[in-house]
């Protein structure tokens, strides 16, 4: 007699297996995915003059520090590959980054104990704030001047942007000359007009 159990066994063996989706889990709700790297920002593209241009980390801090273009260039780097998603709701795979981690800031600045949120501030006084937790807990987190092993283009924020993946794209602002360590959160250009103060995309925080 035929083996109930066995003929189950040949039907499983038997079903097509289904090829592996690499996307799969890794596209936040209400988002769509794009191969292309789409343009947004506010205002034009501000000029760059590696003489006089300079990075400062303040406020909180031991140790504050301030960088010009060519000994920010001789900072340690890290090479990345991550998701980035856009409060305009596209999304993108596998991007690939380059620049100083975050790490090397928290070493070297020395946040105060009661430095809990950063603002990171851009050319024409823009500006995005961060919980610094959130900072904290992605690895990937940089001070990127590299895209796809590539100096950033100046719409994509060349010479330097912030790069925080696992929020909205818009926290990780462009054209970055400073980071600011505060004890208590502010409200940065964007959070202003009603976005989130965090912007996580996996809770669809787009707006407070």
Not at 90 to 100: F, I, R, Y
Not at 137 to 155: I, M, S, W
Not at 161 to 182: C, D, N, Q, T
Not at 188 to 194: A, D, N, P, R, T
Request: proline share 10%.
């Amino acid at each position: 007699m035929d083996n109930p159990f066995a003929r189950v066994s040949r039907l499983k063996r038997a079903q097509p297996q289904r090829p592996f989706d690499s996307r799969a889990g890794r596209v936040p709700p209400g988002q769509y995915l794009t191969e292309k790297f789409p343009v947004l920002h506010y205002g034009s593209i501000p000029p760059f003059d590696p003489q006089t241009w300079d990075f400062k980390i303040f406020g909180l801090v031991e140790n504050p520090i301030r960088l010009t273009w060519e000994e920010f260039l001789r900072l340690p780097t890290k090479r990345i590959v991550t998701d980035i998603h856009c409060v305009t709701r596209w999304s993108k795979l596998d991007t690939v980054w380059e620049g100083v981690p975050w790490s090397w800031v928290m070493e070297n600045a020395r946040p105060k104990p009661e430095a809990r949120f950063i603002m990171a501030h851009c050319e024409y006084g823009f500006t995005a704030n961060v919980p610094l937790k959130e900072m904290l807990k992605d690895e990937n987190v940089l001070l990127a001047y590299k895209y796809a092993d590539q100096p950033l283009t100046p719409e994509h924020g060349y010479p330097l942007r912030l790069l925080v993946p696992h929020l909205y794209f818009w926290k990780s602002a462009k054209w970055l000359r400073g980071i600011e360590f505060m004890a208590e959160d502010r409200a940065g250009f964007w959070e202003s007009y009603g976005y989130h103060m965090r912007g996580d995309p996996w809770k669809e925080e787009r707006f407070g």
